[in-house]
């Protein structure tokens, strides 16, 4: 599936998604769609991809029994499941949103909502329509230890147990946010202090996206959100870092986007650094979802072999469900090509090597090597290590676990048990 027709085939099963999930689809796509059906199609893998790829409210409508295609029952009803469940959580999430952001208000923090159920109020006027993760939080760098403070207060527990003032500093430094997790509802929460981990790559003060944000109603709350051109640039920094592990992610993008706005964000991403990125997504969005947003745009020749390359390395077999084995040479390849085809997209070098310097601070290596605050400027020299026995204990973990939950790990997130 390529809009040029002559870039990298994907899975059937995957064209199928890509199919399902658009707004529109005319006849030519209707066609395609018909003659992915009537193949043999794995509809075992097709359910994993919904999963993995968080789309089930978007593919049920076209992929119902009454529209006429011929799809077995019970993947409908696996579908309808799929819904049910997801809903039963968005509910939850929202709830839980709304309570978060008056606890940060009544102690004097501002909170800005990233993605999650207000995304897909605002973008699909349903909280239920995008697969519910995490929820990210947005703080002032000034108020992140206050704000960490108040979800401790309520019963979240932070990974890693309290920071230390040494972590704390290393966390503002290098870092971008800090993860709290509550031991009943299994709700997980990101508390950010900055929209991405990059220092220069979207260089943005707190006080400035408060003052330009948007509100989306959830019930009847009113909750702060990021606006455009922020929103769709910080849509395509998040979807492009994470590889487009989800596709999810490029219709958030393509969904708040409209066509006469495209010289304008491409202008802000350009000055961003992220015009190579935002240039990838159209692409992605004209090929994968016959993008009515992006297709207007006209992309040069290096892009589109940069894109189609990164497809097939990427997305190409299997590679649009799972990963290698953990520790296999193919897992290390992959592993290679993702941070390659991350930082090909950045339009200056200091981006890349602000990123690449990145790479040698996680906070996830302070829980998996504890030392004594005195020695942990040695972080950065421990990162192999701190990488090598993560990777073991997530082969463990990976052994016993399915599709889903290995895709979930990868990208950071954890279902929560709503």
Not at 170 to 191: N, S
């Amino acid at each position: 599936m390529s809009g040029t027709g002559s870039g990298p085939v994907l899975a059937p099963e995957f064209q199928l998604l890509c199919l399902a999930a658009r707004p529109n689809v005319d006849d030519d796509a209707r066609q395609a769609l018909n003659a992915l059906i009537r193949q043999n199609l794995d509809w075992g893998v097709v359910l994993r991809g919904v999963r993995r790829h968080r789309v089930a409210f978007l593919v049920r409508p076209r992929l119902r029994a009454d529209t006429g295609l011929s799809i077995p029952r019970e993947v409908e009803e696996t579908l309808s499941q799929l819904v049910t469940v997801n809903t039963r959580r968005a509910l939850a999430q929202t709830a839980e949103v709304c309570r978060l952001i008056d606890r940060l208000a009544a102690i004097g923090v501002r909170a800005i909502i990233l993605k999650g159920v207000a995304l897909a109020a605002s973008l699909y006027g349903n909280i239920a329509a995008r697969g519910v993760g995490d929820i990210d939080l947005l703080v002032a760098p000034d108020d992140f230890r206050a704000a960490g403070e108040a979800l401790t207060a309520i019963g979240y527990v932070p990974d890693g147990g309290p920071m230390s003032e040494a972590r704390f500093k290393a966390e503002l430094r290098g870092g971008k946010d800090w993860t709290f997790r509550h031991p009943d509802t299994g709700a997980m929460v990101e508390l950010h202090h900055r929209l991405v981990g990059s220092r220069t790559l979207l260089a943005t003060d707190f006080s400035s996206l408060w003052q330009a944000r948007a509100e989306t109603h959830l019930g009847s709350s009113a909750v702060p959100c990021l606006s455009f051109p922020m929103l769709p640039l910080y849509l395509c920094i998040h979807g492009d870092w994470h590889n487009w592990d989800r596709l999810q992610w490029l219709i958030d993008l393509e969904r708040c986007v409209e066509a006469d706005q495209n010289d304008a964000l491409l202008a802000f991403a350009d000055g961003s650094g992220s015009g190579g990125a935002m240039r990838r997504a159209m692409i992605l969005g004209r090929d994968w979802l016959g993008s009515t947003s992006f297709g207007a745009q006209a992309v040069s020749r290096k892009a589109q072999v940069s894109t189609d390359r990164f497809v097939e390395r990427l997305f190409g077999g299997v590679g649009w469900l799972r990963e290698p084995p953990l520790g296999s040479a193919a897992h290390m390849t992959r592993s290679f090509w993702r941070r390659y085809h991350r930082w090909e997209t950045r339009d200056r070098w200091r981006d890349m090597w602000e990123e690449v310097a990145l790479e040698s601070h996680r906070s996830t290596d302070w829980d998996t090597i504890p030392l004594p605050e005195r020695l942990s400027w040695l972080y950065p020299w421990l990162r192999p290590v701190g990488l090598l026995l993560r990777h073991r204990a997530q082969r463990a973990v990976r052994n016993g676990g399915d599709v889903e939950t290995e895709a979930s790990n990868r990208c950071g997130e954890r279902p929560a048990r709503w």
